[in-house]
C-alpha cells in the first residue's frame, strides 16, 4: 500500500530564471518530479506525460497542470488574437477557401491540445495504477486544473480559459484555468 502522505507537497512553479518558485499555501500529491508519485508506481520519468498534482477531494480527483504559459501556448493566443481582428490577410484567407480560417485555427492550437490531451490520458493512468496497487475499487470523477503564474496578463488567462473549453469539453469537460494565488 502506498501512503500518499510522503507525496503531499506545496503546489508550486518550477523556479524561474532569477530562482524564484511561484507557489500556493494549498498542498497536493507530487505525480511529476523525481520525488513524485509516478516514480513510485513503477513509470520512468518521462514515459508517459502527466500533470504536476493530484488532489484527491471525495470522489473527484482533481490533476492539477502548472505553466507559465510557455513559448508555444502564448504564440497560439497571439496568433489567435490577430486571427480574430479585422484585416487584409483574413479577408484574403476567406477568399481562398471558406474554411481555411477554422483550420488556421485548428491546426494553431493542435500542438498545445495534444499536450493537454497526453497529461490528461496519462495522469488519469497513472491514478488508475495507484488505485489497483491499494486495492482500491473506486470510479472517479477526474477534472483537469491548469494553473498560470499570477503576473499572466488577464487577456490571455481568458482565451486559454474560452480555448481550451472550446476544444477539449467533449473529453475533460469543463477545464479551470486559474491563477496560483487562486488556488
Not at 13 to 24: I, N, V
Not at 138 to 145: S, T
Not at 147 to 160: A, C, H, Q, R, Y
Amino acid at each position: 500500500m502506498i501512503d500518499l502522505k510522503l507525496y503531499q507537497q506545496p503546489i508550486q512553479h518550477d523556479a524561474c530564471k532569477e530562482g524564484h518558485k511561484e507557489s500556493s499555501v494549498k498542498t497536493a500529491i507530487q505525480l511529476d518530479g523525481d520525488d513524485g508519485l509516478a516514480t513510485d508506481l513503477g513509470f520512468h520519468n518521462n514515459c508517459l506525460k502527466k500533470v504536476d498534482y493530484v488532489k484527491l477531494h471525495e470522489n473527484k480527483v482533481i490533476l492539477i497542470e502548472l505553466t507559465n504559459l510557455k513559448d508555444e501556448i502564448k504564440e497560439c493566443i497571439e496568433s489567435n488574437s490577430l486571427l480574430q481582428k479585422p484585416s487584409d490577410i483574413k479577408t484574403f484567407i476567406k477568399t481562398l477557401d471558406k474554411s481555411a480560417l477554422k483550420k488556421m485555427q485548428t491546426k494553431l492550437w493542435m500542438e498545445v491540445l495534444e499536450e493537454f490531451k497526453g497529461k490528461w490520458m496519462g495522469s488519469i493512468a497513472f491514478y488508475e495504477r495507484l488505485l489497483r496497487r491499494n486495492n482500491i475499487i473506486d470510479d472517479p470523477h477526474y477534472m483537469l486544473v491548469v494553473v498560470l503564474k499570477n503576473d499572466t496578463d488577464p487577456k490571455d488567462l481568458d482565451l486559454l480559459k474560452i480555448e481550451l473549453n472550446k476544444k477539449l469539453v467533449g473529453m475533460m469537460g469543463k477545464i479551470d484555468v486559474r491563477l496560483t494565488n487562486e488556488l
